[in-house]
């Protein structure tokens, strides 16, 4: 069974920093691999995803995969105090199942 | 666009009591997912639908929970006998059909299980 497990649990970073979250996996077979963001209580929203090893910028967000060591992340350039949520991490091999971290808790500091 | 609209938001039960979760996915989306949200496990899935049709539901405990999609724009989580253990965030989530696609999230229902 899929296990996925985040790093660190939670973070606090001063405004304009950047921020790196950290992601792993089991199960050499995943596909999808992707990046969640939940502010308190609101619904969680996709932020990006990748399917192939390197990485992907988006704005501030760049994911960055490495399917040899299980290993994905998230970084956020000039970090904001919009950006303070929780952020999930979530891998899939099935095309829909979704397997998610616990997330990791961000605090920009303004 | 609405987005995925779940009600209650909030639900209390006494232990014993029945609880049905109401979603409504977004108009046009075949996929309709349940997750389970705790402090402890995190986000679980539940349960998935495309087109109505029960595909996977390897995350629901076999007893005491079920879940059902009678028509295209809602589908329904009840549990019965609710447990302290089953207080919980219920998200559900609607995509496109196809793999792999982006899963919009309603805000959930809190339900606490006295």
């Known amino acids: 069974q899929q296990k996925v497990q985040q790093s660190p649990e939670s973070l606090i970073v001063p405004e304009g920093a950047m921020t790196s979250l950290n992601c792993t996996f089991s199960?050499?077979?995943?596909?999808?691999f992707a990046w969640y963001r939940q502010h308190s209580g609101k619904a969680p929203k996709a932020l990006m995803s990748?399917?192939?090893?390197g990485e992907k910028e988006e704005g501030r967000f760049t994911i960055h995969l490495n399917k040899a060591s299980l290993h994905f992340s998230l970084h956020i350039r000039d970090s904001q105090p919009s950006d303070s949520a929780l952020y999930l991490c979530?891998?899939?091999?099935?095309?829909?199942?979704?397997?998610f971290g616990t997330g990791t808790s961000l605090l920009v500091d303004p | 666009n609405a987005g995925v609209i779940q009600t209650p938001r909030h639900k209390v039960t006494g232990k014993g009591q029945e609880a049905t979760l109401w979603c409504e996915p977004i108009?046009?989306?075949?996929?309709v997912f349940w997750y389970r949200q705790t402090i402890v496990q995190g986000l679980e899935f539940l349960t998935y639908?495309?087109?109505?049709?029960?595909?996977?539901d390897s995350g629901m405990p076999k007893e005491r929970f079920s879940a059902q999609m009678p028509n295209q724009s809602h589908s329904t989580l009840k549990i019965q006998s609710t447990q302290p253990q089953d207080s919980a965030v219920y998200l559900c989530?609607?995509?496109?059909?196809?793999?792999?696609?982006?899963?919009?999230f309603g805000p959930g229902t809190r339900l606490t299980v006295l």
């Open positions: 979530a891998t899939s091999n099935m095309g829909y199942k979704l397997t």
């Open positions: 199960d050499s077979a995943s596909q999808y």
């Open positions: 990748i399917f192939s090893n």
């Open positions: 108009s046009g989306h075949s996929a």
């Open positions: 639908f495309r087109n109505q049709a029960p595909i996977d």
């Open positions: 989530a609607s995509s496109l059909p196809g793999g792999y696609a982006e899963q919009f």
